[in-house]
């Protein structure tokens, strides 16, 4: 069983977001797997030897689409992602779960498929290029605490964290 490296924090989460794939997002991903050394399977990464690692550490060489993603646009931003890709790439949600949590369902999902031995790179690359794009409005949590949709999506683009911490309110059952 591979580890799982990310936790997806709901309550952090519930800031404006674009609620699909970005047009920039998906060139940096195209442009991320440019060649068949830059993908690999059953590990999230690889180094130069081929030992597996976790998707951000620095020796990395090349990723599955889970780390790829995670590694290009953060945790926060690949949890969206990584819903849309599941209904992409399977063409629907898949009808069974692997736990309560969405985010971590789809993103397993995902591994499965990168790590089918009848999956390789051009079938990868030829998913991601027929991958559509978000072109709509920011969708917005009406609370008056998130940010605009454009200073929110310009901390997701350009990979930087903000140094304020989200705000924490309990759950409402």
Request: with cysteine.
């Amino acid at each position: 069983m591979r580890r799982q490296s990310c936790r997806f924090d709901w309550v952090a989460f519930r800031w404006s977001e674009v609620r699909g794939m970005l047009a920039a997002e998906k060139t940096q991903l195209l442009a991320f797997f440019d060649r068949a050394a830059s993908w690999c399977q059953n590990a999230e990464a690889r180094d130069g030897n081929g030992v597996a690692v976790q998707y951000d550490d620095p020796a990395a060489v090349a990723w599955d689409l889970t780390g790829a993603l995670c590694r290009l646009f953060g945790w926060r931003r690949t949890g969206v992602l990584f819903a849309q890709l599941e209904r992409h790439i399977t063409g629907k949600k898949a009808p069974y779960r692997y736990d309560s949590d969405p985010v971590i369902s789809s993103m397993l999902v995902l591994q499965r498929h990168n790590d089918d031995p009848d999956v390789v790179f051009d079938t990868i690359r030829e998913e991601l290029e027929s991958m559509p794009v978000w072109t709509g409005a920011a969708r917005t949590y009406n609370s008056g605490n998130e940010p605009k949709p454009e200073e929110a999506m310009g901390v997701v683009l350009s990979g930087k964290e903000t140094s304020e911490q989200p705000v924490r309110r309990p759950i409402q059952k």
